[in-house]
């Protein structure tokens, strides 16, 4: 790591930061990269590595087009049974990635996140992070929630992150135009 960098900076290039997977309710635990050599070999090691990091950079600059910064990521592999390797489970949402604003993004303190990091922050001001059984308020789950659609929302480019103004269509010859606010209403109700 480069000296003096402060919290929330962005690194120069990204890192790859392996970890194996636990058993469920478990932490997943951080390991180095040259053990991941030693699990599954030097060839597999090196083409995890290269995919993580190229997921990683092209999903950062596409959510940076949206103004999100996409801070880190988990990425999840698994092997076919023809040894053919696979991206397994979420990929780049706000439970698998940390999302920042780039618009209010400074470096130097904590950021605010598209993540579940509200509803830890609200758990842990509680003295309810380990705790069982804890009936979350009502505000606490709708702010959570428009956490998330928000992060979806500017990634997919619908709702309030639509694009604006005509797209795509030429209208001549019988064929029509159609405005990003008439796509937006039609996509409104739409459950993803």
């Given at each position: 790591?480069?000296?003096?960098?402060?919290?929330?900076?962005?690194?120069?290039?990204?890192?790859?930061?392996?970890?194996?997977?636990?058993?469920?309710?478990?932490?997943?635990?951080?390991?180095?990269?040259?053990?991941?050599?030693?699990?599954?070999?030097?060839?597999?090691?090196?083409?995890?590595?290269?995919?993580?990091?190229?997921?990683?950079s092209?999903?950062?600059?596409?959510?940076?087009?949206?103004?999100?910064?996409?801070?880190?990521?988990?990425?999840?592999?698994?092997?076919?049974?023809?040894?053919?390797?696979?991206?397994?489970?979420?990929?780049?949402?706000?439970?698998?990635?940390?999302?920042?604003?780039?618009?209010d993004?400074?470096?130097?303190?904590?950021?605010?996140?598209?993540?579940?990091?509200?509803?830890?922050?609200?758990?842990?001001?509680?003295?309810?992070?380990?705790a069982?059984?804890?009936?979350?308020?009502?505000?606490v789950?709708?702010?959570?929630?428009?956490?998330?659609?928000?992060?979806?929302?500017?990634?997919?480019?619908?709702?309030?992150?639509?694009?604006?103004?005509?797209?795509?269509?030429?209208?001549?010859?019988?064929e029509?135009?159609?405005?990003?606010?008439?796509?937006?209403?039609?996509?409104k109700?739409?459950?993803?």
């Amino acid at each position: 790591m480069p000296t003096g960098l402060v919290e929330s900076e962005k690194l120069e290039k990204p890192l790859f930061t392996p970890s194996t997977k636990a058993d469920q309710g478990e932490h997943d635990e951080n390991i180095h990269p040259d053990k991941v050599k030693d699990i599954c070999g030097p060839e597999l090691a090196a083409q995890i590595e290269k995919i993580a990091l190229q997921v990683y950079s092209e999903a950062a600059a596409y959510a940076l087009e949206r103004g999100l910064i996409l801070a880190d990521t988990k990425l999840e592999f698994g092997l076919l049974p023809n040894k053919q390797l696979i991206l397994i489970d979420e990929l780049l949402t706000p439970d698998s990635s940390r999302y920042w604003s780039a618009a209010d993004y400074v470096a130097g303190r904590p950021q605010a996140s598209f993540d579940k990091q509200y509803l830890r922050d609200w758990l842990i001001s509680n003295d309810l992070k380990n705790a069982e059984g804890v009936k979350l308020p009502e505000d606490v789950v709708s702010k959570t929630r428009e956490k998330y659609e928000e992060a979806r929302d500017r990634v997919m480019g619908i709702g309030a992150f639509a694009p604006k103004g005509k797209f795509g269509v030429k209208v001549d010859a019988g064929e029509a135009g159609i405005q990003t606010d008439q796509v937006t209403d039609s996509v409104k109700n739409l459950k993803v």
